[in-house]
């Protein structure tokens, strides 16, 4: 039997959405997502078939023939009309409503046998991207979430600290909860795991670990600072861009987090629906930026907001910004919240300061776009910028029916944001985790979990 050393061991309630990559870790070995989700596209996952009328707004999904639960329970497409229907008013680990109600408010959601369809009011062809999030459980008989469609089958699970999985084919695996990423070294150096992830919180950072196999992926995640658009220095767009010049992307990461991260170029990931490998970097030019910063009539005067962890290291980045903003010309001053969760809450009732160091995890173009720029939507994250333009183009990326079409709109939206930042971006962490030599079959997905062939 192989031992995995995860930073958690859980099951959540079916309306539990999280974007814990050890929780996800395990998700994705015992359920099934309704779609998967693999570099900006959809591919097969519960459901194996799928269409969208011309217009965008009936999607019809069927299920992989002869699904069952772990238990010999035919899976029904009203088990994922219901789980929709409970989902919507789901909240995230910090008690945030997500919003997958206002994305389907309206929809007509119905199921026959193993056909279940969405009718929205407006054409929806990202649909997909939120279905891809979906993981369809059936509780067992002790309460918990661990009866799934998945290939791997809970034999034992006691939360918190175990859960033993088999395969179909007969291989086992046991994953255990340490939650210092210390102590997950040490017992992969000694014998007593197997695997360790999220070795990329160790301190120092390493990239390597002798005798050994490593892994490096980066991932989906973008580490940013949310700039307020309301009020205060950066509701003056070209103090959004001198910040962004300000900053030695290349330098961060390597000083800061060990060399473990991607420089932004936009707001999203390289593995986003619509991001395209010409995008140009955002350029390091401090001359340029002193210039905006000494041209604008805007304040100068800064509050930059960081929590201590989520991202990591964000003290260090927070002083890493500091130092370079305040050599084109602002003056820093940083906020320390010890409280994440409530430091996540006051993000999101716009307690923002000027600057406030966070990130950014849906995978899905659309989701980023909606929860965060759009004026139009004014979600719970977007944090004032008004951007005509940004929202047009937008507009037109989210009901353009045609995948390839619509991948060049989003191409277009992602393209005037790197050069007209609503943020301050920053990196795309680089997750990291080893195993004993001779095992084959591990890898990281860019999502931040652990998958298993």
Known sequence: MITIALEKIDFLPPDRVTDDASILTLKNLVLEPMLRWENGAARPGLFDRWSLSDDG?????????????????????????????????????????????????????AAEGAVLSIATPDAFPDLPD??????????????????????????????????????????????????????RLQALKSGDIDIATHLERLEPPRRSLDGHVWHEQPTTLAVIAYMNGREGAFADPALRLAANLAIDREKLVSEVMG???????????????????????IPFDPERAAALVAASDAPKTLTLRTPLYMPERAPEIAGFIAKSLEAVGFAVTIDTA?????????????????????????????????DKISSRSRAVWWQGVEDHEADQLFETARRTVGTGSRTEAYARVLAHLGAHPHWLYLFHPIDCMAHAAGLDGFSLDPKGYLSVA
């Open 57 to 109: 707004r009936r999607w019809t999904l069927t299920l992989r023939d002869g699904a069952t639960y772990h238990d010999g329970t035919p899976v029904t497409a009203e088990d994922a009309r219901r789980f929709v229907a409970a989902i919507c008013d789901a909240r995230d680990m910090f008690g945030m409503p997500w919003s997958y109600a206002r994305y389907l408010e309206g929809a007509e959601i």
């Open 130 to 183: 939120i279905l891809s999030e979906f993981y369809l459980p059936k509780i067992a008989p002790d309460g918990t979430a661990t009866i799934g469609t998945g290939p791997w089958q809970v034999v034992a699970f006691e939360r918190g600290a175990s859960v033993t999985v088999r395969h179909s084919d007969g291989r086992e695996l046991l994953l255990v909860a340490m939650p210092d990423t210390e102590a």
């Open 259 to 281: 060399g473990l991260g991607v420089p932004a170029k936009t707001i999203v990931s390289p593995f986003h629906n619509g991001m395209d490998d010409q995008m140009p970097d």
């Open 338 to 370: 010890r409280d994440r969760p409530g430091y996540a809450r006051e993000l999101g009732a716009k307690r923002t300061g000027d600057l406030a160091i966070f990130d950014s995890s849906p995978h899905s173009t659309f989701r980023v776009l909606d």
